[in-house]
């Protein structure tokens, strides 16, 4: 099965890079980039990014680049960034990368100067989230969407307007945007575009709308059919217990906000070249392949989008504005606290 | 003997050691700004906010204080039947008592959501809708107080075995009713593990994040600890706040462990001296099979039907398809039988938590002892420094434990930090205190007369401990070890955050799962889990004769 895996992604590589003098070039970068990682030994990244992607990560990478060990400090964005933002009060960042929810939360870092600027050739194969001065790029895509339960009554929910309808009350949920990040970039593309704001969460809540704590909380609320429907993220539609549930991804038609995850290196990384060779090969078409048979658009643009879900040039976009979304945080979550408690 | 007494000492220095460093460290990030000037803006803003500091801490005060009295009622009203009476049967409450202990909080929570919630389990076998909310206040009031019965259960229980019979008999002679015996008698012997008790699920109710958040969330509700993790886990982080408020949180723990203190103190407590003690259980009467039914029913339910409904999880293959056989699967337990990582989890979970279950009840062996056996000297005030710090660390929240740790111990002089080291005085440092009431408890009981007798006869003090002081002591030292055990495995809120590749617990395994919504597979590690502990338990109950001390008379 790996052994399969690997012939298929050095097949892979080599039909995207062709035979061209450039490709050559970047074997041959790649290749001094290796031997000084295999002197390095190790690459460790901080993550939010779920362990069963990891995993196929670290197979396909050792596979191919043996004598590097792959670890991860696997936890929630939100512990990740306290265990950044602590080790580097300490002055002992122990991670080479680090790969998070949203570019919200990566400012703090690049203020503090913890990231490294670095614009391999994969760069030119992707087009959001490009940091302008080179410290991260977007890993992946998630899309924040509708989930709908046509058992349990939301087989009319097409829109985000939808879930104000009165016929909707007692049976909508959404995710809290105090706990969950990509909630406060969804809500936040909404509190923004005025067609929606305040008053649509005011309308939500006379909805009796169930406010719960995180993104999978709402999958399972309308997976389970305590809920209708709700707003969170289309990922879990591609998860093996929601797979074969009642529970349906609907993209609404005011758009679905694309939440583009970053992906940086650390300046101080303790494994320079195998954090930039890993960081290579996360941008490798092999390794974006991976999101998306799980259900997550690939940041590249060359890979083909998770089936069930138009190509992403195709994808009608609610585009969230997160230089807007991070400098009215405490003003939103102000207003959501004087909405919803809490 | 003289080995484990130094070592014990070694970990009682290191205990308060670590603490104050890591005190220091949230003092620094509490107040230092970052150009190294001390600043108490953060401390302004806590104490003007309402929504930093006084909305959250009323809501933690709202629900540590009924959630402490009910336990502690209940708990203890459990463990005199198990112990005292002749309930049948009584002999087997531990494990059932133990078992929503064991469910870490946040499954607990998410359990009772599967049942309560529109549609859920309840609906499902009944028919008709749940008759309480799935979520809000009085969830999260009757969640906590089941999950916290079994502090009130083993501290009461030890307890009760040392008390001196006679003074029970002596009632019943002088013509009081059982009722006023139980009453006049049985509850003011009980009173310094009731006392135990209450410090012990307060605090614990302060600190807990995982029900209050899950349950809370839809109505708002904010606790003193969900705030301090939303302060420290979303952006824009605010670390220094987080830290003024487990600061606060540390000085409310203080006050009230202070409180007690002085309530408690100038009564005599003793019970147990060298004279001849054999219990005799009390006769339930006619009341025995109704209260044997009524105990039995409802504690398997309430215990059973959460541990059920998470076993029912593990086994769904899809969501919304219905809950019966048909849509059972085995498939979750396979994968953890051919997990590399989860084999190597349960290691972690086991070498860890017996450590700290040993390490923390030695520690509160020589902290409980010092406190009470040297008060006024140089000794004796350290150790009660100690007996306060230990609560404190208790009473804060895993993350903030967590934090310091990073902050005191990466790098510099002792690297502890991405060892599994690290996991090992975490979890010391949070549990030890249950450990040092749980002693205390049981030792304020005990005379010093039979001591007194043995350095006449010349003994060492050393061998008196040994001797006589730690077999009196047995009851509260397996409880103590029990509940020190039982915590460190659902441990989440610390490791998530200190946990590096290869240190990784099951409690840690189960909790990622359940944040990347793959529930089924989180909640079979979690089934796993809790069934080892269980098991461990009813094993010890078998075998241990200590155990049986706990239990029998």
Known sequence: MQRREFLQSTAATVASLGLTHLAQAQDADIESLYAQAKKEGKVVMYTSVPTFLLSRWKNLFQAKYSGIEVEFFRSGTGK????????????????????????????????????????????????????????????????????????????????????????????????????????????????????????????????????????????????????????????????????????????PTEGAVPIASPLGIFAKAPHPAAAKLFYRFLLSPVAQTVLSEAGIYPARTDVPAPSGLPDFDQLKKLLPDFAWIESHQRENQAQWRELFGG | MAVAAALSMLAVLGLLAFSLLGGWELLRTAFESASGTWSFHPLYRALTQHYMLAGPLLNSLLLAIPVALAATLLGGLLAWLAVRSDLPGGLWLLPLVALPHVIPGFQLASAWVEIFSHGGLWQAALGVPAPMSAYGYAAIVVVMTLHLMLFPFLLVASNLQAADPALEEAGRIAGLTPAKVFLRITIPLARPALLGSLLL????????????????????????????????????????????????????????????????????????????????????????????????????????????????????????????????????????????????????????????????????????????????????????????????????????????????????????????????????????????????????????????????????????????????????????????????????????????????????????RFQEGNYTQGSAVSVVMITGVIAVLLLGRLVGRSTQDLITT
Not at chain 2, 205 to 221: D, N
């Open chain 2, 201 to 512: 699920v307060f605090a614990y109710v302060m600190e807990e994040f995982g029900i209050p958040s899950l349950l809370g969330t839809p109505s708002g509700f904010e606790t003193l600890t969900t705030r301090i993790y939303g302060l420290a886990t979303t952006t824009p982080l605010d670390l220094s706040g987080a830290s003024v408020l487990a600061l606060v949180l540390g000085c409310i723990a203080l006050g009230v462990l202070w409180m007690q203190l002085r309530l408690w103190a100038g009564t005599r407590l003793e019970t147990l001296s060298g004279k001849a003690s054999r219990q005799g259980r009390v006769r339930l009467g006619r009341w025995r099979w109704p209260v044997a039914v009524l105990v039995w029913a409802a504690l398997c339910t309430v215990a059973l039907a959460p541990f059920g409904a998470l076993v029912l999880v593990s086994l769904l293959n899809s969501w919304g398809q219905g809950y019966g056989p048909d849509h059972w699967t085995g498939s979750r337990y396979a994968e953890l039988l051919h997990s590399e990582e989860l084999r190597r989890a349960l290691r972690n979970t086991l070498a860890l938590a017996l450590g700290s279950a040993l390490a923390g009840t030695a520690i509160a062996v020589v902290i409980a002892y010092a406190s009470q056996r040297f008060r006024p000297r140089f000794v004796g005030r350290l150790a009660l420094i100690a007996d306060r710090v230990s609560f404190v660390t208790f009473a804060v929240p895993g993350l903030v434990i967590g934090l310091a740790l990073i902050l005191a111990f990466s790098g510099g002089w002792l690297p502890l930090y991405g060892t599994p080291w690290i996991l090992l005085v975490a979890y010391t440092l949070r549990f030890s205190g249950v450990g040092v009431r749980t002693v205390a408890a049981r030792l304020s009981q005990i005379g010093v007369e039979l001591e007194a007798a043995a350095e006449v006869a010349g003994l060492s003090r050393l061998r008196i401990l040994a001797r006589i002081v730690l077999p009196l002591l047995a009851p509260a030292l397996v409880g103590s070890a029990v509940l020190i055990f039982v915590n460190e495995v659902k441990e989440i809120s610390a490791t998530s955050l200190l946990a590096s590749q290869g240190s990784e617990t099951l409690a840690y395994e189960a909790y990622i």
């Open chain 1, 80 to 251: 990740v960034l306290a265990r950044v933002e602590t080790e580097s009060r300490a002055g002992s960042l122990g991670g080479d990368l680090v790969w998070l929810a949203d570019p919200t939360t990566f400012n703090g870092m690049i203020q503090q100067k913890l990231l490294l600027s670095y614009e391999p050739p994969e760069w030119k194969h992707i087009t959001l989230a490009k940091n302008p001065q080179g410290y991260f790029v977007a890993g992946r895509v998630l899309v924040g969407c509708l989930l709908t339960n046509p058992k349990a009554g939301g087989a009319s929910i097409k829109s985000f307007a939808d879930l104000a309808r009165p016929a909707m009350k007692g049976k909508i949920c959404i995710a809290s945007p105090l706990v969950s990040g990509s909630t406060n970039i969804i809500d936040g593309a909404l509190w923004k575009d005025p067609r929606f704001g305040w008053t649509y969460f005011e309308k939500l809540k006379k909805n009796e709308v169930l406010v719960l704590n995180d993104v999978p909380d709402v999958a399972r609320a309308v997976a389970s059919g305590e809920r209708a429907a709700g707003i969170s993220l289309s990922l879990y539609k591609y998860q093996p217990e929601f797979a074969n549930s009642p529970m349906q991804v609907v993209l």
